[in-house]
């Protein structure tokens, strides 16, 4: 019996002439993509609202480092809220329903969020190395209100690039410029690609690594220098404390940090390869990857931050709607 696998063939807009055809799944592959994303969407939500909460509330935890590290969980929990149930709705029906307008708009959005966490990690790369490089200058360097203005100015910032990115390579009129009906797609014109491999890509990664790479060092030779001055000294013990609790912070960023890159840094260079070179399936794989990041930063926070699992378990168990909960030392726990 013959088959003809023409009369199986779907599109986006059954109505319109230049429609783009309908990607086949099977009801199995359907069910598994809607369940990774719901999963996937849940789990960042809720690990990053644990974050936002655990800083938010407890007076102690509002330090710079950690309103860089609120800034960058606000960023997750957005691309957990919004980019990947869309993302994911995008993979399940393989056409795009939301026409031309919300395309631009959810594109901004996206590259947004991800603009700002990669700024975040400036702005943490740059706090790490002025407490670890210039502890004794730390304090009056770096402020809450010199923190919080950076963020702002960094949100702000990424708002009107991607803004302006977005409309100049025609986002908001995607019909006219792909080849059917149905589609969201990122085009960018030859001089964008450059501007933005440079502001996007090359000097925030440039920075972040050379940061990183003078912490450790200066770290290394501070580490050296304590070890032949260890006499019994009060203040030395002091010191040699305090240097070794920024080396820990400066690790435990530099993970989160290094694991962000190693997601970004191949999308990156697959999004600016051309189409022809690279598979559809590899670039989804990759984008996948990059929103799994989202929701992993929290579980470093777990492992290497007591403060973060003692505050988690008094949002978990309700305690944080106690009276003055928020005056509550949660260093002192830790260390008790």
């Known amino acids: ?10 599109y986006c807009f059954p109505a319109i002439n230049s429609s783009c055809i309908k990607g086949t799944r ?7 993509i809607y369940i990774f994303v719901l999963l996937l969407s849940a789990w960042t939500v809720f690990l990053n609202l644990l974050v ?33 149930p869309i993302e994911g709705i995008k993979q399940i029906e393989t056409c795009w329903y939301f026409g031309d307008t919300y395309c631009g708009l959810f594109v901004i959005i996206v590259r947004l969020l991800l603009s700002t966490s990669l700024s975040n990690l400036v702005l943490i790369a740059i706090d ?10 730390y304090p009056q360097k770096i402020t809450i209100t010199k923190t919080l203005t950076s963020i702002c100015l960094s949100w702000f910032c990424c708002s009107v690039y991607n803004i302006w990115y977005v409309i100049s ?43 990183y790479l003078r912490i450790f060092y200066v770290a290394h030779q501070q580490v050296k220098v304590i070890n032949s001055q260890m006499n019994g000294v009060k203040c030395v013990m002091e010191v040699s404390v305090r240097r070794k609790s920024e080396s820990k912070a400066a690790l435990t960023l530099g993970i989160i940090v290094t694991a962000y890159l190693l997601c970004w840094i191949p999308f990156y260079i697959c999004s600016l390869t051309k189409t022809t070179t690279i598979s559809s399936t590899t670039m989804t794989l990759l984008v996948w990857t990059f929103h799994m990041n989202s929701g992993l930063n929290p579980i470093v926070y777990a492992l290497f931050y007591r403060w973060f699992k003692i ?26």
């Open 52 to 84: 936002i909460i655990s800083i938010s509330h407890f007076k102690k935890l509002h330090t710079p480092t950690n309103l860089l590290i609120l800034s960058l969980a606000v960023a997750d929990l957005l691309i957990g809220l919004i980019v990947i």
């Open 26 to 32: 099977s009801s199995f592959e359907h069910n598994i």
């Open 311 to 336: 505050s988690v378990k008094h949002i978990l168990t309700l305690r944080i709607f106690q009276p003055a909960s928020s005056l509550m030392d949660i260093f002192t726990e830790c260390h008790s």
């Open 128 to 137: 790490r190395y002025v407490a670890v490089c210039y502890s004794l200058l």
């Open 169 to 211: 390579n025609g986002y908001f009129n995607i019909s006219e410029k792909t080849m059917c009906y149905g589609q969201c797609m990122v085009l960018i014109t030859p001089a964008w690609r450059i501007i933005d491999l440079i502001f996007s890509f090359l000097f925030p990664c440039t920075v972040i690594i050379t940061a």
């Open 1 to 10: 019996m013959a088959y003809d696998k023409d009369h199986e063939t779907q």
